[in-house]
């Protein structure tokens, strides 16, 4: 199951009518706790969640908020609430007869070696690598491809319960030092260090106020460029500002780092620093969302000198996503979606910057261009057919010179390297396929396989088809389908449907050994590829944007109804899952169509259309896709599908089970916690709803291995229990016969 998420700001080089007001506050009247239904416990009640009158006016509407209250996650009313729900859903989960094997299972196809993409500086290899069941993958370096290599940096023994997290690394040029940040509980904040690589220590400066930012050193590895928020009047780190781009010279206190470039006529647009190659300019990448970017420029006289204190905006119309590749002294390569929602590549000659003179190197193809990388004075262009992937290399003029061959039809990553070597690594996978590595030479178009793993278990016992169905409008949508070879379309096995469906995020095949796990207990696995991605370019990701993403849902609901009319599955055997913007996607789907689903798994979920954008600035820039409820148009179409808003008393929504953790600072838990509160009160029938939040962890990045497989356990245990699965015969043997169907009580 892949680890989508609403996007962070990202850097690529490599997310009615109105209503009286009486009539609201009659809604929001205080109920007592409602009893929970008999598949718990008859005498156990959903803890208290007292409804407020809070009523906000939107355009003239009213809107009743009877959970705002949880959005103060420090109250001791809101902590307390939290703690109930985890010791109703705990204990339930934990009791599910299924759990042990599942758990058992998980921990046994997890133990498999890992390897992160090579990373070569100065000589030097630098890679990450899990033995299995490490809990936080660590950082290794060798003094060649082929040499011993040796452990860097272990984060496991930053924390007892193994929640620091390596989240990035960089190494400087010559090899000689590594910038690295680590998150603490999950959180998208970041701390950065460096560590000399000779000696495996840390220099003394320590840099905070981070989150999302890379670092880009200078090409002497004197120092390096990065963002970072402002603080807050009591010292605090300040995210409802914008970044700003510092340089720090190693050996210097982080508080004296000099101030390089700052945004100051515009309210949201955060910049990011990339030093070219040859060191002559700085690259200004200016994140404003996910439908349009800018790129400004300065020319460096030194390491953290430019040139000129006022930057040259090169890329500034913000109607198209510009991404920089690499350069040839002052000619910029870009893979830009101006004048091509597919995407293209071009060239800039900064003597001559004038879109009239920019050279069109690869034009608009009739498969979207998803990413491109500038490697051994060639392009690398990674392109989508039908959500698998293809890849070409050509010169700098144009000419295509290879298609590199892949080992089949799922999703690479990599092809990241340098300007002066043909040498790159990619990554490789799909549904049935753990991540291999592999070394590219681009002059040759030679691939050597580097790293791969070797797991527990028969993969060649199942297949993945890609099927197209049409959605509610006519749109043509593709499906991949994961199941044993020779499934019976009988409408008998357990189905588990998932979606994302935004912010330009394709959904492309992906091992996991939660799937596999999934996939040996009988059940098959479904990915729609519905609008909002970027499938099929821009203009696949817009049609489910604003206005516009009911489509989204639409998608993702037909595709349960044709699992269905094909018998691959039938309702009472079809669950949903999606994470983060999917689980907005499921929240959605089951409020629309509650019938729809046997189950339903929202995790860590945008829940709240209306104030989603309160949370931080980081937040607010979803808007892209969203659309903000402050304008009357974005409102109208917000308020329309908002899971939260769209619960309905007395409607029989079907078993759920709300995962979220408390840590979590992109997507903040209230969203949860308000949904599920309102759905714990307006149910309409026994199915139960519960929530499990978990403590000392984040969105997702870097949660450690022990805590995936918990979370994974308990999602799968639910299912097994309301999709009413039958045990495989293995598990059997582990689960005594008087316990597999008995009812769980807490």
Request: aromatic fraction near 10%; charge should be negative; hydrophobic fraction near 35%.
């Given at each position: 199951?892949?680890?989508?998420m609403?996007?962070?700001?990202r850097?690529?080089?490599?997310?009615?009518?109105?209503?009286?007001v009486l009539?609201?506050?009659?809604?929001c009247?205080?109920?007592?706790?409602?009893?929970?239904?008999e598949?718990l416990?008859?005498?156990?009640?959903?803890?208290p969640?007292?409804?407020?009158?809070?009523?906000?006016v939107?355009?003239?509407?009213?809107?009743?908020?009877?959970?705002?209250w949880?959005?103060?996650?420090?109250?001791?009313?809101?902590?307390?609430?939290?703690?109930?729900q985890n010791?109703?859903?705990?204990?339930y989960?934990?009791?599910?007869p299924?759990?042990t094997?599942?758990?058992e299972?998980?921990?046994?196809?997890?133990?498999?070696?890992r390897?992160?993409?090579?990373?070569h500086?100065g000589g030097?290899?630098f890679w990450?690598?899990n033995d299995?069941?490490?809990?936080?993958?660590?950082?290794?370096v060798?003094?060649?491809l082929?040499?011993?290599?040796?452990?860097?940096l272990?984060?496991?023994?930053?924390s007892?319960?193994a929640?620091?997290?390596l989240?990035d690394f960089?190494p400087?040029?010559?090899?000689?030092?590594?910038?690295?940040a680590?998150?603490?509980?999950?959180?998208?904040?970041?701390?950065?260090?460096?560590r000399d690589?000779e000696t495996?220590?840390?220099l003394p400066?320590?840099?905070?106020f981070?989150?999302?930012?890379?670092?880009?050193?200078d090409?002497?590895s004197?120092?390096f460029?990065?963002?970072?928020?402002?603080?807050s009047?009591?010292?605090?780190?300040?995210?409802?500002?914008q970044?700003?781009?510092?340089?720090h010279?190693?050996?210097?206190?982080?508080?004296r780092d000099?101030?390089?470039y700052?945004?100051?006529?515009?309210?949201?647009?955060?910049?990011?620093a990339?030093?070219?190659?040859?060191?002559?300019?700085?690259?200004?990448?200016?994140?404003d969302?996910?439908?349009?970017s800018?790129?400004?420029?300065l020319p460096?006289?030194?390491?953290?000198?430019?040139?000129?204190t006022e930057?040259?905006?090169l890329?500034?119309?913000?109607?198209?996503?510009?991404t920089?590749l690499?350069?040839?002294?002052?000619?910029?390569f870009f893979?830009?979606?101006q004048?091509?929602p597919?995407g293209?590549l071009?060239?800039?000659d900064t003597r001559n910057?004038?879109r009239?003179?920019?050279?069109?190197?690869v034009p608009?193809?009739?498969?979207?261009l998803?990413?491109?990388?500038?490697?051994g004075?060639?392009?690398?262009?990674?392109?989508l057919?039908?959500?698998?992937?293809?890849?070409?290399?050509?010169?700098?003029s144009?000419?295509?010179?290879?298609?590199?061959?892949l080992?089949g039809?799922?999703?690479?990553?990599?092809?990241?390297?340098?300007a002066?070597?043909p040498?790159?690594?990619?990554?490789?996978t799909?549904y049935?396929?753990?991540?291999?590595?592999y070394?590219?030479?681009?002059?040759?178009?030679?691939v050597e396989?580097?790293?791969?793993?070797?797991?527990?278990?028969?993969t060649s016992?199942?297949?993945?088809e890609?099927?197209f169905y049409?959605?509610?409008?006519?749109?043509?949508?593709?499906?991949?389908i994961?199941?044993?070879?020779g499934?019976?379309?009988?409408g008998r096995?357990?189905l588990?449907?998932?979606?994302?469906?935004?912010f330009?995020?394709a959904?492309?095949?992906v091992?996991s050994p939660?799937?596999?796990?999934?996939l040996?207990?009988?059940?098959?696995?479904?990915?729609?590829?519905?609008?909002?991605g970027?499938?099929?370019?821009?203009?696949?990701?817009?049609a489910?944007?604003?206005?516009?993403?009911?489509?989204?849902?639409?998608?993702?609901?037909a595709?349960?109804?044709w699992?269905?009319d094909?018998?691959?599955?039938?309702r009472?055997?079809?669950a949903?899952?999606?994470?983060?913007?999917?689980?907005?996607l499921?929240?959605?789907?089951?409020t629309q169509?509650?019938?729809?689903?046997?189950?339903?798994?929202?995790?860590?979920?945008?829940l709240?259309?209306l104030?989603?954008?309160?949370?931080?600035?980081?937040?607010?820039q979803?808007?892209?896709?969203?659309?903000?409820?402050?304008n009357p148009?974005?409102?109208?179409?917000?308020r329309?599908?908002?899971p939260?808003?769209n619960v309905?008393?007395?409607?029989?929504?079907?078993?759920?089970?709300?995962?979220?953790?408390?840590?979590?600072?992109?997507?903040?838990?209230?969203?949860?916690?308000?949904f599920?509160?309102a759905?714990?009160?307006?149910?309409g029938?026994?199915?139960p709803i519960?929530?499990?939040?978990?403590?000392r962890a984040?969105?997702?990045a870097?949660?450690?291995v022990?805590?995936?497989?918990?979370?994974?356990?308990?999602q799968?245990?639910?299912?097994?229990k309301?999709?009413?699965?039958?045990?495989p015969?293995?598990?059997?043997?582990?689960?005594?016969?008087s316990?597999?169907?008995a009812r769980?009580?807490p």
């Amino acid at each position: 199951m892949r680890e989508s998420m609403i996007h962070p700001p990202r850097r690529r080089w490599l997310l009615f009518l109105g209503i009286a007001v009486l009539a609201v506050v009659g809604a929001c009247q205080s109920y007592p706790a409602q009893k929970a239904p008999e598949s718990l416990d008859a005498a156990q009640k959903y803890p208290p969640a007292p409804r407020t009158r809070h009523v906000d006016v939107y355009h003239g509407v009213a809107v009743a908020d009877p959970y705002r209250w949880m959005e103060k996650l420090d109250r001791v009313r809101t902590k307390r609430w939290v703690e109930a729900q985890n010791q109703l859903s705990q204990p339930y989960l934990e009791s599910i007869p299924a759990r042990t094997w599942i758990k058992e299972r998980l921990t046994e196809l997890w133990n498999y070696e890992r390897h992160g993409i090579p990373v070569h500086e100065g000589g030097r290899y630098f890679w990450t690598r899990n033995d299995g069941l490490q809990n936080q993958s660590v950082l290794e370096v060798a003094d060649g491809l082929q040499a011993q290599p040796r452990l860097l940096l272990d984060p496991n023994i930053l924390s007892a319960d193994a929640t620091i997290a390596l989240t990035d690394f960089r190494p400087s040029p010559d090899g000689r030092y590594l910038a690295y940040a680590l998150s603490d509980g999950g959180t998208d904040w970041k701390t950065w260090r460096v560590r000399d690589v000779e000696t495996a220590q840390d220099l003394p400066e320590v840099l905070g106020f981070t989150k999302f930012t890379e670092v880009s050193w200078d090409r002497d590895s004197s120092g390096f460029y990065y963002s970072r928020y402002p603080a807050s009047r009591d010292g605090h780190r300040d995210d409802t500002k914008q970044v700003a781009i510092y340089h720090h010279r190693l050996g210097d206190e982080p508080s004296r780092d000099k101030l390089i470039y700052a945004v100051k006529d515009h309210p949201t647009r955060n910049p990011y620093a990339i030093v070219s190659e040859d060191g002559q300019y700085l690259l200004i990448d200016l994140f404003d969302g996910y439908a349009a970017s800018g790129i400004y420029y300065l020319p460096l006289r030194g390491p953290g000198e430019p040139a000129t204190t006022e930057a040259v905006r090169l890329l500034d119309d913000w109607n198209a996503l510009h991404t920089f590749l690499g350069s040839e002294g002052p000619i910029f390569f870009f893979l830009t979606t101006q004048g091509a929602p597919r995407g293209r590549l071009i060239a800039i000659d900064t003597r001559n910057p004038q879109r009239s003179a920019w050279r069109e190197i690869v034009p608009e193809m009739a498969e979207p261009l998803e990413a491109a990388s500038y490697v051994g004075g060639r392009l690398i262009a990674e392109y989508l057919q039908d959500a698998k992937a293809s890849v070409r290399v050509f010169d700098s003029s144009g000419n295509q010179q290879h298609q590199v061959p892949l080992p089949g039809g799922g999703t690479v990553d990599g092809f990241r390297g340098h300007a002066s070597s043909p040498e790159a690594f990619f990554a490789y996978t799909d549904y049935i396929t753990p991540t291999a590595i592999y070394r590219y030479d681009a002059a040759t178009n030679g691939v050597e396989l580097f790293r791969a793993p070797t797991i527990a278990a028969d993969t060649s016992l199942y297949v993945t088809e890609q099927v197209f169905y049409t959605s509610r409008d006519g749109t043509r949508v593709p499906m991949f389908i994961t199941h044993r070879r020779g499934l019976e379309k009988d409408g008998r096995a357990p189905l588990l449907l998932y979606g994302y469906g935004g912010f330009s995020n394709a959904q492309t095949p992906v091992f996991s050994p939660s799937v596999l796990v999934w996939l040996e207990m009988g059940g098959a696995y479904a990915v729609a590829n519905l609008r909002g991605g970027s499938e099929y370019g821009e203009a696949w990701h817009v049609a489910g944007t604003r206005s516009t993403k009911q489509n989204v849902f639409d998608d993702f609901n037909a595709a349960a109804r044709w699992l269905v009319d094909q018998r691959y599955t039938s309702r009472d055997r079809l669950a949903v899952i999606g994470r983060s913007n999917g689980g907005l996607l499921v929240g959605a789907a089951m409020t629309q169509q509650p019938d729809l689903f046997a189950a339903a798994l929202p995790a860590v979920g945008v829940l709240d259309m209306l104030r989603y954008q309160t949370a931080s600035a980081n937040a607010r820039q979803w808007s892209t896709d969203y659309g903000l409820s402050e304008n009357p148009a974005d409102f109208q179409a917000l308020r329309s599908y908002s899971p939260y808003h769209n619960v309905r008393t007395g409607t029989c929504y079907p078993p759920t089970l709300i995962t979220t953790a408390d840590h979590d600072d992109r997507v903040v838990p209230w969203h949860s916690y308000k949904f599920g509160a309102a759905l714990q009160t307006a149910q309409g029938c026994e199915n139960p709803i519960l929530v499990r939040v978990e403590t000392r962890a984040g969105h997702g990045a870097g949660k450690p291995v022990w805590m995936q497989i918990e979370d994974v356990a308990d999602q799968w245990a639910f299912l097994s229990k309301h999709l009413d699965m039958q045990l495989p015969e293995s598990l059997n043997r582990l689960v005594p016969a008087s316990a597999q169907n008995a009812r769980p009580s807490p």
